[in-house]
Every structure is written in C-alpha cells, then in structure tokens.
T-cell receptor, first 112, second 116 residues
C-alpha cells in the first residue's frame, strides 16, 4: 500500500532562515505528489504538486519541492521564511484517480 | 466559485446531543470526502462518496456516526449521541472524479466541534 511519512512533527526556525520539511513516500506505481498548507483556523490548501517532467516544482510564495525517485523523497524547502509561513504542512501522494493519502503533517513555527 | 462550503463554522454542544455538520461541494465535483482532524490523531478520512454513493466508510469511528449525500450539492455528517471525544475539526473536501492526481482535493474551512 502507498504511504507518506513526514519525518518531523514540528520544525522551529528563525525568521529569514532557510527551512526544509521532509517527506518520504512509498509507491509501486506512477507517483503524483503534493504539498498542502493549513494556516491557523483554515482548511488545507494546495501549495504545489509534482505530476511529471521537471523534478523541481515551485509555489507562488517561494516554496519549492524536489522529487527524488531514487530516495523516494519529496522534501519542501524555502530559502528564507517569513512569519506568515507559520502553518501546518502536509505531504500527500495520489495512488489512484480518486484517492489521496496524506501524511501526519509538520508544524512550522517561525521564531522572531 | 465559492469553494467548498461548510456549516456551521463552530458548534458547541452538550454530551448526548445530536450534531449535524453540513457540506456543499464545488459545483460539478462528484467526489466528496469527510475528514476529522485532532491533535492526537492528525487528519483521518471518515468516508468517501462518489456520485452521491458511499464508496468507503471504513474510517467512520462507530455507529454513532452517519453520513449522507442526498444530492450532488449537499452532504451531512451526523453524530448521535455526541461524546466529548468527538471534539475535533471536521473537514469536507471535494474533487472531480479521476482528477485527484492532477488537481488534488479542494477543502472547506472546517467545522470546529466542541462537545462538553
């Protein structure tokens, strides 16, 4: 069965510092990967996705994720975080046309 | 489009009372999902509908929980009787069948349920 593992439940980082949120997946078929973001008191929003092609995908607010097939990883990075990036981030994989499996989430705490 | 609409946003009820959560999916979406989110258990899929038919309800915790989708634009999640351990944020999400790998799901803003 396909699954997603987010290695850190919480990540504290100082404002303007770089951050990496780690995600590993298991899949035996074509891989479609996502990162969702949940801001406080809101629902989940799609941040970025990997379908095929370039292994590096970017979001509009400066996050990027790299698909690494050999390491079965899809880590999320940002070179300089802002206080507004405080949120919970979910890695997810879609193993079929209607199913998405979510990881347990990583809470990003931005320290002033 | 107004997105996935959930009501109410907040619900406080006493133990033993019936609670009904409501969801309106995005127009044209024919897959609908109910999730529960708690600090301890994270995001849990409760039930999944396709074309108004329940496909997978293996995540429904017990018989106190029931979900219906009488038409393509409305779904309810009912808890009867409610218990304090049901306190959580309940999310509804929708998608167009077959497009999850390309577009993901669209989530509502959630209903925060507190059972006292």
């Amino acid at each position: 069965a396909q699954s997603v593992t987010q290695l850190d439940s919480q990540v504290p980082v100082f404002e303007e510092a770089p951050v990496e949120l780690r995600c590993n997946y298991s899949s035996s078929v074509s891989v479609y990967l996502f990162w969702y973001v949940q801001y406080p008191n809101q629902g989940l929003q799609l941040l970025l996705k990997y379908l095929s092609g370039s292994t590096l995908v970017e979001s509009i607010n400066g996050f990027e994720a790299e698909f690494n097939k050999s390491q079965t990883s899809f880590h999320l990075r940002k070179p300089s975080v802002h206080i507004s990036d405080t949120a919970e981030y979910f890695c997810a994989v879609s193993p079929s046309a209607d199913k998405i499996i979510f990881g347990k989430g990583t809470r990003l705490h931005i320290l002033p | 489009d107004a997105g996935v609409i959930q009501s109410p946003r907040h619900e406080v009820t006493e133990m033993g009372q019936e609670v009904t959560l409501r969801c309106k999916p995005i127009s044209g979406h024919n897959s609908l999902f109910w999730y529960r989110q708690t600090m301890m258990r994270g995001l849990e899929l409760l039930i999944y509908f396709n074309n108004n038919v329940p496909i997978d309800d293996s995540g429904m915790p017990e018989d106190r929980f029931s979900a219906k989708m009488p038409n393509a634009s409305f779904s309810t999640l009912k808890i009867q009787p409610s218990e304090p351990r049901d306190s959580a944020v309940y999310f509804c999400a929708s998608s167009l069948t077959g497009t999850a790998p390309y577009y993901g799901y669209t989530f509502g803003s959630g209903t925060r349920l507190t059972v006292v």
